[in-house]
């Protein structure tokens, strides 16, 4: 099999969820085949329109592809031309993102180090609406009902989990988010935002002299519990012991066998929370630690640990998803940016990673926004910050997608006053239900 044939079909299959009863056909609809690739640079990107029967599917009536996979025939950019297969594959392994990889190395996940990239790639779920779009098409071409042929749209699903940091507030802690406070209030009075920079001030006093309780779960279990919702944990599991001063400032403080750690994990289970693992930061690459602090965990827990999402998002596309399935990990939620919200590879979508076919099924969950990105990152209003929420989780809703969002464990405190967020994103969740 070609590995233009082999991705276009690996596209079938990463979306089978719209087309259960019909992936055959799918993959028989009349388009080109076009092979998609890469050089590293920004790539060039074009929306193409679609036809009125399904103008609804797209973004102003229209999907964005790479303009590589659209074959001009008779100078024409119609949706006949596109390689939708070779497109949705396109997005889903990243190819932009690997070959600038290849270059420069890893991003770590940082849009910002994508300099002058279109950031309309990450602005919508373009996957799962070329999907959509599939699956109208082919009952069209077959003359019969969508749903009938395809099997019904799939629910929406926003996958709550919570990255564990810390389980008490550490001098690490204290430094960092001090010193991060202390930096924004200073980048908003160069911008000559005062009132900014004023709470920044007050927060960065808040974090360096307060000892406020890191301890949060009770708070999340029952914002929760009222919400009928249930989440995952991902815990950090490192060896005991010493370790370089550097990781000292950059990984959580607990470790595999503390006793908090113990503590927390039985607290979760006992409300039916998943568990996951947080590596520590140096394991983005690393099978042989990955399968340690996997070990740890599991012995503390007690049950199978395969979910996982890197610490600090650290992650390489040549490297990350390989050493986690090495060290037995099944499931990854890495896949997101730090400094925005977004679909990092243009899809909300559960699907299998490409070119694995030598390791067990090996998954992956896209994240699609983290509370940071809207009190960290940026300066909102609390409307602001609802409708930003808002927006992103309806293009989960709007593309029948599933994705994941990362809330941390330590924020519902005085600290960062976070949990009037998470308590405004589980109301939006359940009044979409």
């Known amino acids: 099999m070609s590995e233009l044939t082999a991705r276009r079909a690996w596209a079938v299959e990463a979306a089978q969820r719209y087309w259960p009863r019909a992936a055959p056909l799918i993959a028989q609809l009349p388009m080109p085949a076009v092979s998609v690739a890469d050089a590293g640079a920004a790539p060039r990107m074009t929306e193409v329109l679609l036809p009125a029967w399904a103008e609804d599917v797209g973004v102003a009536r229209a999907l964005l592809v790479p303009a590589a996979a659209l074959r001009r025939i008779d100078g024409q950019d119609t949706w006949q031309n596109v390689d939708w297969l070779s497109a949705m594959a396109w997005y889903l392994d990243a190819s932009a993102e690997r070959a600038h990889e290849l270059q420069r190395g890893p991003i770590h996940s940082y849009a910002l180090r994508l300099d002058g990239w279109d950031t309309r790639l990450w602005s919508h779920a373009w996957v799962n609406r070329m999907a959509l779009f599939l699956r109208r098409w082919l009952a069209r071409e077959q ?15 926003l996958v709550l989990t919570h990255d564990v940091d810390a389980l008490r507030k550490s001098v690490s802690i204290r430094l960092k988010q001090s010193m991060f406070q202390a930096f924004n209030a200073l980048r908003a009075l160069r911008d000559g935002d005062f009132a900014a920079a004023a709470r920044r001030a007050r927060k960065f006093a808040q974090v360096l ?17 009222a919400a009928g919702a249930r989440s995952m944990f991902f815990f950090h599991a490192r060896d005991a012991g010493p370790r370089a001063a550097r990781l000292m400032l950059v990984d959580p403080a607990y470790h595999g066998a503390s006793e908090e750690l113990a503590r927390a994990v039985t607290r979760v289970q006992r409300h039916g ?25 599991e012995t503390l827990c007690g049950q199978p640990v395969t979910a996982v999402r890197q610490h600090w998002l650290r992650f390489s596309w040549q490297h990350t998803w390989a050493a986690q399935a090495r060290a037995g990990l099944r499931h990854d939620y890495t896949l997101a940016f730090n400094d925005r919200p977004g679909f990092r590879s243009g899809a909300a979508l559960t699907y299998p990673a490409f070119g694995m076919a030598d390791e067990p099924p090996f998954q992956v969950t896209p994240t699609v926004m983290m509370d940071s990105q809207f009190y960290d990152y940026a300066e909102l209003s609390d409307s602001a910050r609802l409708a930003a929420m808002a927006h992103w989780l309806r293009e989960i ?7 994941a969002v990362i809330w941390h464990q330590q924020v519902f405190n005085r600290d960062y006053a976070w949990d009037a967020g998470y308590a405004a994103l589980l109301d939006l969740r359940r009044a979409s239900a």
């Open 397 to 403: 809703e709007d593309t029948h997608g599933e994705a």
């Open 209 to 225: 002299l307060s000892n406020e309780s890191y301890w949060c779960f009770e708070r999340i279990l029952e914002l929760e519990a």
């Open 143 to 157: 003359g019969v009902d969508e749903h009938q042929l395809c099997g019904p749209l799939p629910t929406p699903r």
């Open 273 to 297: 929370a998943a568990i996951g693992l947080h590596p520590s930061f140096a394991a983005w690459r690393d099978a042989a630690l990955l399968a340690r602090e996997r070990h740890n965990l």
